[in-house]
């Protein structure tokens, strides 16, 4: 069966830090993911998806990038973290066609 | 554009009566829609999904929903409310020519509240 893992489960840094989460799909090839955030009492906001290695899709201009160095990795960076930058990052990941996607757990970051 | 609306943010109901969380989409097209369940600092668990085969369809937990094209709606319902339902429901549409990339429009989100 499939499965993703995200990592870590909370993360508090400072304004002005480097970002870097990471998330991996395991038992299954070539899926498509997502990174989404989701700020305190509103809906999930797509951040970046690729459907590929190194192909990269990004949905908002921001602080944030993404990267897939490898078929079932997927991550998200920063170099400077804004305030505004807190908030719930969840990875997903689906297969070809219309699918439903399927969620990790989940990272808390909160910026101070 | 497709788009997704959750009606109401907020829905309170006591313990055993009937849940009805409402979704309407705007597609030109058939298309396939989701509901997601999410617990407190939980990633989104699929509760069920619609590919165009029965219009009524059964999913985890004892909830199921039901297509209705002449109404554009695909409302999340539950006979008897268990305080575990307490959560946040999403309802999502697949994006139209978003095969390749299986992108999802979400609502807004619904919070069910379930009173002893």
């Known amino acids: 069966s499939q499965t993703i893992h995200q990592w870590p489960a909370t993360l508090v840094q400072p304004v002005g830090s480097p970002l870097s989460l990471e998330c991996t799909v395991e038992?299954?090839?070539?899926?498509?993911l997502y990174w989404y955030r989701q700020a305190a009492g509103r809906g999930l906001q797509l951040l970046f998806y690729?459907?590929?290695?190194?192909?990269i899709s990004s949905e908002v201009p921001q602080n944030l990038s993404a990267s897939r160095p490898q078929d079932r990795q997927f991550i998200l960076s920063s170099k400077k973290l804004l305030l505004s930058d807190s908030g719930f990052y969840l990875c997903a990941w689906s297969g070809q066609g219309y699918q439903p996607q399927h969620f990790g757990d989940g990272t808390r970051l909160s910026i101070l | 554009a497709q788009s997704v609306t959750q009606l109401g943010s907020h829905v309170s109901v006591s313990e055993g009566a009937l849940v009805l969380l409402r979704c309407n989409y705007s597609?030109?097209?058939?298309?396939?829609l989701f509901w997601y369940v999410q617990y407190p600092n939980q990633g989104l668990q699929l509760l069920l999904k619609y590919t165009s085969a029965a219009t009524l369809v059964k999913g985890i937990n004892g909830f199921e929903a039901e297509f209705k094209k002449s109404e554009t709606s695909f409302h999340l319902t539950k006979p008897s409310a268990h305080m575990s339902d307490a959560a946040e429901y999403f309802c999502a549409v697949s994006d139209r020519g978003s095969s390749n990339t299986g992108k999802l429009i979400f609502g807004q989100g619904t919070t069910l509240q379930v009173k002893p």
């Open positions: 690729s459907v590929g290695i190194g192909q």
């Open positions: 038992g299954t090839s070539n899926p498509n």
């Open positions: 597609s030109s097209v058939p298309p396939y």
